[in-house]
Nanobody, 117 residues
């Protein structure tokens, strides 16, 4: 099983980025994104079930949109109106069995998102 994340980079505050995570080797129930800022704990940003139900951290509601393409086994995170406090390493995560993403079975490598003020 492999989760390959991409799409991070440097963007100015107010800008947008789109993260992608291509999964291979299994079919997943919940997929989503965590992030970890310097000196902070890893936090769940957004999660989407195979049926399309979603959850977001309060800090990103209204700015981030998670989606997935089940045929391509890929999950996306569209990030708009980015703020400097969104700066973090973003990790793709997936769970093969559960509908939640509280304890993912699988993790992708991180992709760095840096938002300049």
């Amino acid at each position: 099983v492999q989760l390959q994340a991409s799409g991070g980079g440097l963007v100015q505050a107010g800008g947008s980025l789109r993260l992608s995570c291509a999964a291979s080797g299994s079919i997943f129930n919940a997929m989503g994104w965590y992030r970890q800022a310097p000196g902070k704990e890893r936090e769940l940003v957004a999660r989407i079930s195979r049926s399309g139900s979603t959850n977001y951290a309060d800090s990103v509601k209204g700015r981030f949109t998670i989606s997935r393409d089940n045929a391509e086994n890929t999950v996306y995170l569209q990030m708009n109106s980015l703020k400097p406090e969104d700066t973090a390493v973003y990790y793709c995560a997936a769970d093969r069995v559960r509908n939640t993403l509280l304890a993912p079975n699988y993790w992708g490598q991180g992709t760095l998102v840096t938002v300049s003020s």
